[in-house]
């Protein structure tokens, strides 16, 4: 039980503490309001609601598959490493300004949390359903760097 207790706790305090400290890094460095933007672009005041739903759809599918036991120790690296090239994204695009560098490490994390799919996908199909969204954002996200780049 207490082993229970310490994965669901991890599961929630981990992405919690990586958003914190980004959110503490990058949140005087952040520009996109001053950027050319391209067609499509949400306000920015989008993007905290955006996110803030991604992270509850992806714990709550990590939690439907460690209540089952479904996880296992290559599906948590999956997980946690996708989580920390995500927060690293932002620290590339915001704070260092690494614009093509942040598209080809997006690109990378597409790659990451399509892995993390196929793995939730055969683990457990609604949690798979959960994380549907976070796959489009991502690739939207993806499209607007690139975009960004070229554009400025």
Do not use: C, E
Not at 19 to 30: C, G, L, P
Not at 99 to 115: G, H, Q
């Amino acid at each position: 039980m207490k082993t229970k207790i310490w994965h669901y706790a991890r599961s929630i305090l981990i992405p919690v503490i990586i958003w914190a400290a980004v959110w503490m890094i990058m949140k005087w460095s952040i520009d996109y309001s001053t950027l050319n933007l391209p067609p499509l672009s949400p306000s920015g005041s989008t993007f905290p609601i955006v996110w803030t739903i991604l992270y509850i759809l992806m714990w709550i599918s990590y939690w439907m598959v460690l209540d089952k036991w479904l996880t296992d120790k290559k599906f948590n690296i999956l997980y946690y490493v996708q989580l920390w090239v995500n927060a690293l994204w932002s620290i590339f695009f915001f704070v260092l300004k690494w614009r093509l560098f942040s598209f080809a490490w997006i690109l990378i994390l597409d790659v990451l949390v399509l892995l993390l799919l196929i793995q939730l996908y055969k683990k457990n199909k609604t949690a798979w359903l959960l994380q549907i969204p976070y796959m489009i954002w991502i690739l939207f996200a993806s499209y607007l760097t690139i975009a960004v780049y070229v554009l400025n």
